[in-house]
C-alpha cells in the first residue's frame, strides 16, 4: 500500500487563510504542502502525513518541550524560559526535518507557563508550518456541541492554527462532529484517542463490555465507521486514531479493524514501546506515524560528553542522530515483518 | 445536611502564592474564601463551594461568553471581541454575586480568540478571585503523568489560576493522581467527567459493561472511592464529579452511591434540564452546583425590550433576575423534595 508515486511535485505549506484565497505563499516549499485544489477535496492532512512518511519515513518529533529538556548550557540563554524552548524547537526542526514525517506539539508543556508559554506554542506551529511540515496538536479536547466549535476554530484557524489535532472521545460522537465538519471545510485531520498505552487505560478503556470486547473496542469500531468522511487520494479518512503500543496479537487486530484510519502511535521510546511494537500497528510502514518526544529532545543526555560542555549544535544533532537511528529501526521492523509472508 | 454554622468569620480570597506565604491580602473580604490553615487541611475548594452554597444557594454561572451574548450595543464599544466579553463578564459577576456559588468559565470561547481571548480568560478568573468567589476552569483536560502533571501547574498556579477543573476520566485514573496531588497541595478542587447530558453520553460513557452497570457506573464508583482524598470539613473530598441531568431514578441511585462527593451539574436551562432533576443529584439542597451559562449570558434577550436598545446595566440586571429565579426555583424544588419524606 505505499504510494511512491504521490504526485508531490512543488506543493508549498500555507495557512488556512492562504488556502481559502487559494493562494500559495512563496517560500515555504516542501514535498508534502498540498495544493489549494487538493485541500479543497478534503481529507488533505492525511494525504500529506501519508505521502511524508513516503518519503521520509513514519517518525513523528514530539515537541513536549519543557527547559528540563534543554541541555543546562541552553535554559539561560534567553530572555525567558518560553525564549529558550521555542529556540530550542526551532533549532530541533531544522535538523531533523529530513527524517520525520510531522510534529506533535504537546500544548501542557507551554500552557504550564501561561501567555508567554503559548506565544511560544503559537511559534513553534509556524515554524513547523514554514519548514513545509503537518504540525499535529496535542490537545486532547472533548466536549458537546457549541463548545467544540468553539475549539475547532481555536486550533485550525489563527494563532494556534495546526493541521491535526488531538480528541478525547469519552463525551461520545456529537463531541467529534463538529470537529469533523471543521477538518473537512479547512482541510484537516483528526486523532481521536482509541487506546492508549499508559498503565491506567485498564481503568476504563480497557473496561469489558457485556456484547463482548473492550471499551476501547467499541471506540475503535465507531472511529472506523467514520473512516470514510473525508476520504483522501491515499485512502485515509479525516478521523484517524490514536493507539499505543501494546501486546502483539492486540496491535495486529486492532491495525486490521481500523481499516482506512491512519493512526498515531505514541509511546515509543521512553515509554517502552519499540520498533517492533510500533511496525504491527502499521501497514506495509505507512497508515500510522510513531511519537518519540523525551528520545529525540534529550538524546544530547546520551552522548557521553559533560552535559555542561554542550551546545545547541551538539543537542541538534543528537536529536538528528536519534530521528535517523529510529526511523531505521522501525524500517528494519517493518521489512522483517514483512519477508515471513 | 445543608451546613448553617459554618464558621465563616473573615477569610479572604488569595492566589496559591499568596497562601504558600500564609497571607491574606486585603481588600479581597469574603465569606467562603478559606483561611491559610484551613487550606492547608486540605479540599478546601469544596469546603469554600460547600459554604458559598449553603449562604447564597447552589447556582454556578457559566461564563462560556461568546460576543454573540453580548447585548449588539455591546459588542462593538471595545477595542477588541476580547474585550469586550471581559467586560461583560466583570459586569457580570458584579451582578450575580449575590446570587452565585461560583463561576465556570468554559476556556473554549476564549482559545477561540487565540492569545488575546487567553488574556480575556485570565482577566476573567482574576477577576472572579478578586470577589471572593470559586472559579471553575471548565478546561476538560485528561493526559498522563507528566503532562498531567504540567497542565496542573498551568492552572492551579500562575496566569491561568483557578479554584478547581474539570477533567476527562478516558485514560485512567492515572490521568487523575496528579491533580489530586496538585489540588492537596495548593487547596484545590478537581470534576471529573462521569455521566454528562448530550444525547452522544449513549455511545462510550453509557455502554453496558460485562460485569453490570455502565461505563459511567465504573467511573463513579472509582471516582466515589477516592472520596477520602483530601476530605474537608464538610464532608467532601478534593476529587468531585460532573453529572448531567437526567432521568430521576438514575439520578438519585447516583447520587447515593457519590457519596461524600461533590457533584457539578451541567445542562440546566439551554440544555433542557430543569430544577427538580437538579435537586435529585444535591444533598438537602447542598453537595453539588447546579451549572447555567445561556440562560444568564442571554438573559437580556427575553426582557421584552428592543435588543439595540439594552445595555450593560440592563443586561447585567437581566442576569441577575435570571440567578435569583434559577436559585428559587432550584430551593422550591428541593423543599418539594424534601417534604413527602
Given at each position: 500500500?505505499?504510494?511512491?508515486?504521490?504526485?508531490?511535485?512543488?506543493?508549498?505549506?500555507?495557512?488556512?487563510?492562504?488556502?481559502?484565497?487559494?493562494?500559495?505563499?512563496?517560500?515555504?516549499?516542501?514535498?508534502?504542502?498540498?495544493?489549494?485544489?487538493?485541500?479543497?477535496?478534503?481529507?488533505?492532512?492525511?494525504?500529506?502525513?501519508?505521502?511524508?512518511?513516503?518519503?521520509?519515513?513514519?517518525?513523528?518529533?514530539?515537541?513536549?518541550?519543557?527547559?528540563?529538556?534543554?541541555?543546562?548550557?541552553?535554559?539561560?540563554?534567553?530572555?525567558?524560559?518560553?525564549?529558550?524552548?521555542?529556540?530550542?524547537?526551532?533549532?530541533?526542526?531544522?535538523?531533523?526535518?529530513?527524517?520525520?514525517?510531522?510534529?506533535?506539539?504537546?500544548?501542557?508543556?507551554?500552557?504550564?507557563?501561561?501567555?508567554?508559554?503559548?506565544?511560544?506554542?503559537?511559534?513553534?506551529?509556524?515554524?513547523?508550518?514554514?519548514?513545509?511540515?503537518?504540525?499535529?496538536?496535542?490537545?486532547?479536547?472533548?466536549?458537546?456541541?457549541?463548545?467544540?466549535?468553539?475549539?475547532?476554530?481555536?486550533?485550525?484557524?489563527?494563532?494556534?492554527?495546526?493541521?491535526?489535532?488531538?480528541?478525547n472521545?469519552y463525551?461520545?460522537?456529537?463531541?467529534?462532529?463538529?470537529?469533523?465538519?471543521?477538518?473537512?471545510?479547512?482541510?484537516?485531520?483528526?486523532?481521536?484517542l482509541v487506546r492508549t498505552s499508559n498503565p491506567g487505560m485498564r481503568d476504563f478503556e480497557g473496561l469489558a463490555?457485556?456484547?463482548?470486547?473492550h471499551v476501547y473496542d467499541?471506540v475503535a469500531?465507531?472511529?472506523?465507521?467514520?473512516?470514510?468522511?473525508?476520504?483522501?487520494?491515499?485512502?485515509?479518512?479525516?478521523?484517524?486514531?490514536v493507539v499505543g503500543c501494546t501486546e502483539?496479537?492486540e496491535a495486529?487486530?486492532l491495525?486490521?479493524?481500523?481499516?482506512?484510519?491512519?493512526?498515531?502511535?505514541p509511546g515509543?521510546?521512553?515509554q517502552g514501546g519499540?520498533?517492533?511494537?510500533?511496525?504491527?500497528?502499521?501497514?506495509?510502514?505507512?497508515?500510522?506515524?510513531?511519537?518519540?518526544?523525551?528520545?529525540?529532545?534529550?538524546?544530547?543526555?546520551?552522548?557521553?560528553?559533560?552535559?555542561?560542555?554542550?551546545?545547541?549544535?551538539?543537542?541538534?544533532?543528537?536529536?538528528?542522530?536519534?530521528?535517523?537511528?529510529?526511523?531505521?529501526?522501525?524500517?528494519?521492523?517493518?521489512?522483517?515483518?514483512?519477508?515471513?509472508?
Amino acid at each position: 500500500m505505499t504510494n511512491t508515486d504521490n504526485h508531490l511535485g512543488d506543493r508549498a505549506g500555507g495557512t488556512s487563510r492562504d488556502r481559502a484565497a487559494g493562494t500559495s505563499p512563496e517560500g515555504r516549499g516542501s514535498a508534502e504542502g498540498g495544493t489549494s485544489r487538493d485541500r479543497a477535496a478534503g481529507a488533505v492532512a492525511m494525504d500529506r502525513i501519508f505521502d511524508a512518511v513516503a518519503l521520509r519515513g513514519p517518525v513523528c518529533v514530539g515537541l513536549d518541550t519543557a527547559i528540563e529538556h534543554l541541555p543546562p548550557s541552553l535554559r539561560s540563554t534567553h530572555s525567558s524560559r518560553a525564549e529558550a524552548m521555542f529556540a530550542y524547537n526551532e533549532a530541533l526542526i531544522e535538523a531533523t526535518a529530513d527524517y520525520a514525517a510531522c510534529y506533535k506539539v504537546q500544548i501542557a508543556y507551554y500552557e504550564e507557563l501561561g501567555l508567554e508559554g503559548l506565544r511560544a506554542y503559537a511559534r513553534t506551529l509556524e515554524a513547523i508550518r514554514r519548514s513545509g511540515r503537518v504540525a499535529i496538536a496535542d490537545i486532547k479536547r472533548g466536549d458537546i456541541a457549541d463548545t467544540a466549535s468553539r475549539y475547532a476554530l481555536a486550533h485550525f484557524t489563527g494563532e494556534f492554527e495546526a493541521d491535526c489535532v488531538t480528541l478525547n472521545p469519552y463525551m461520545g460522537l456529537d463531541s467529534l462532529e463538529p470537529w469533523l465538519e471543521a477538518a473537512d471545510k479547512f482541510g484537516k485531520g483528526l486523532f481521536a484517542l482509541v487506546r492508549t498505552s499508559n498503565p491506567g487505560m485498564r481503568d476504563f478503556e480497557g473496561l469489558a463490555l457485556q456484547k463482548g470486547g473492550h471499551v476501547y473496542d467499541e471506540v475503535a469500531a465507531r472511529v472506523a465507521g467514520l473512516a470514510s468522511r473525508g476520504r483522501g487520494e491515499r485512502g485515509y479518512g479525516t478521523l484517524g486514531a490514536v493507539v499505543g503500543c501494546t501486546e502483539r496479537d492486540e496491535a495486529a487486530e486492532l491495525r486490521a479493524r481500523l481499516g482506512g484510519v491512519f493512526i498515531l502511535i505514541p509511546g515509543y521510546g521512553a515509554q517502552g514501546g519499540g520498533a517492533e511494537d510500533a511496525a504491527l500497528l502499521l501497514v506495509n510502514g505507512n497508515g500510522g506515524i510513531v511519537n518519540a518526544s523525551r528520545s529525540i529532545l534529550k538524546a544530547w543526555a546520551k552522548s557521553g560528553r559533560p552535559a555542561d560542555s554542550i551546545g545547541i549544535v551538539e543537542a541538534a544533532e543528537a536529536a538528528r542522530m536519534a530521528t535517523l537511528e529510529m526511523r531505521d529501526a522501525i524500517a528494519e521492523a517493518v521489512r522483517s515483518q514483512a519477508s515471513p509472508r
